[in-house]
């Protein structure tokens, strides 16, 4: 029985979206499947991609390259709100899925596709993050996610595409999964789902080993205008190019790697491994940044405000109300976000050691101890007497 007549599905090349074509096909009655790949600076060469899909059964092959937009509209929103999942990890992964439901959408009305599909698995994160986008974008058009439903092991999964022509891989497959884009990659399974094991050494691509990296230091000064990175070393870049240069440089020195045993939206934990030089280090300069340009309270309160934000970013609610009511705030917070971050890069750390702004609220004279100080002492004991007045009192009524 058809579930749909036309469907475009998001398409990396891998052994399961290349099955999900004969299989949409033949086992759900869909007439036409249309493939969609995305570039978002994976440094994949998508040509092939393409024809593959072809091969594969598809009745066109769709590449995007929407690396601009990954960086300017979902980025930089998340660089703003400083978004950090459960305190370590900055979305590298998560980020994309938003932009992907979101292309997969827009083809879906241009080629008057019924339905878009992916293929997920039924434990991940991601089948939230597309489900739930696409609703928010498109309540019309059905999802579907064969992979959730199909059952098969990888091995069948690979015997399946045979039977249509789609060719097993040719050298024995990784025993990670990994997902690469401009922003970072995420590596797990294999060895690494035992969370007592040290990763080893060659999953790494983005960052150097420590005992590999420079025994000098590198300073650079990041430029930001109203929240956004800007500049590296007074010279201003598009944005992929100053995320990309800037991977370069703290994965050079070895930052960037997070080792984290994180809670998955389905209810599970997973051991996952990040490499996110760029992305990181431009999170810990902005929130340093807004330390001297914000105003304490806002500071403060910013902090629960990026605690929800990353979640919504990581449970797939990036388009939701809740989302564009915080980006509003956050927006507003950045108005004086200006200025320049000075980074040290040695030896795996990115250590901020110098930040200016015209926009800075930290006065020299009031800050300092020396003879320049221009803070009233005299005041300070009135203040404290009003402001501990309450805890007198309470001790007063309840000694004894």
């Given at each position: 029985m058809?579930?749909?007549e ?7 090349g891998g052994v399961d979206?290349?099955v999900?074509?004969?299989y949409l ?10 493939t969609?790949?995305a ?6 060469e ?12 598809a009745?066109?092959s ?5 690396t ?22 900055p979305l590298?992964t ?9 292309l ?5 009305e241009?080629?008057?596709a019924?339905?878009?599909?992916h293929g ?12 739930v986008?696409?609703?928010a974008?498109?309540?019309?058009l059905?999802?579907?996610a064969p ?5 098969f092991s990888?091995e ?6 045979e ?7 040719v050298k024995?497959?990784s ?6 884009n401009?922003?970072g990659?995420s ?21 150097k ?10 300073y650079i000064?990041?430029g930001?205008e ?5 500049s ?16 370069q440089i ?21 051991r996952?491994?990040?490499e ?5 280090t431009?999170i ?6 807004e330390s001297l ?11 629960g ?12 609610l990036w388009?939701?109300?809740l989302?564009?009511?915080l980006?509003?705030?956050i927006q ?16 795996g750390?990115?250590t901020?050691?110098g ?5 800075s ?18 005041a300070?004991?009135?203040f ?10 309470w ?6």
């Amino acid at each position: 029985m058809g579930r749909a007549e036309k469907v475009v599905l998001a398409y990396s090349g891998g052994v399961d979206t290349s099955v999900c074509i004969p299989y949409l096909k033949e086992e759900w009655g869909v007439k036409d499947v249309i493939t969609l790949a995305a570039d978002l600076g994976q440094g994949d060469e998508l040509g092939p991609i393409q024809q593959k899909a072809l091969k594969s059964g598809a009745a066109e092959s769709l590449v995007v390259d929407a690396t601009e937009s990954f960086v300017k509209d979902y980025a930089f929103p998340a660089i703003m709100a400083n978004a950090l999942y459960e305190n370590r990890y900055p979305l590298s992964t998560a980020l994309a899925r938003p932009l992907i439901a979101k292309l997969l959408v827009e083809a879906a009305e241009k080629y008057g596709a019924d339905a878009v599909a992916h293929g997920c698995t039924g434990k991940g994160n991601d089948q939230v993050r597309f489900d739930v986008s696409i609703m928010a974008l498109n309540p019309n058009l059905k999802v579907l996610a064969p992979a959730r439903e199909w059952g098969f092991s990888r091995e069948d999964a690979i015997a399946y595409g045979e039977r249509f022509g789609i060719p097993a891989p040719v050298k024995k497959s990784s025993p990670y999964s990994i997902d690469r884009n401009l922003l970072g990659r995420s590596i797990e399974a294999g060895v690494l789902e035992d969370p007592a094991s040290e990763a080893p050494e060659e999953i790494y691509v983005m960052t150097k080993a420590i005992s590999d990296t420079p025994d000098q230091p590198e300073y650079i000064e990041i430029g930001f205008e109203q929240g956004v990175p800007i500049s590296l070393n007074g010279n201003t870049l598009d944005p992929v190019a100053l995320i990309s240069q800037l991977n370069q440089i703290a994965g050079n020195h070895g930052v960037g790697r997070i080792d984290m045993v994180e809670n998955r939206l389905v209810g599970i934990k997973s051991r996952e491994i990040y490499e996110v030089p760029a992305l990181l280090t431009l999170i810990h300069a902005h929130r340093d940044l807004e330390s001297l340009t914000l105003t304490a309270d806002v500071s403060q309160y910013k902090r629960g405000i990026e605690e929800t934000y990353s979640h919504l970013i990581y449970k797939g609610l990036w388009y939701s109300p809740l989302k564009a009511a915080l980006d509003a705030f956050i927006q507003q917070t950045q108005a004086r976000v200006s200025g320049t971050v000075r980074v040290k890069f040695f030896k795996g750390n990115a250590t901020i050691v110098g930040r200016w702004s015209d926009n800075s609220l930290y006065t020299p004279d009031l800050a300092t101890y020396t003879s320049e100080d221009q803070f009233d002492h005299k005041a300070a004991e009135g203040f404290i007497y009003i402001w501990g007045l309450p805890t007198r009192i309470w001790s007063e009524k309840t000694r004894g």
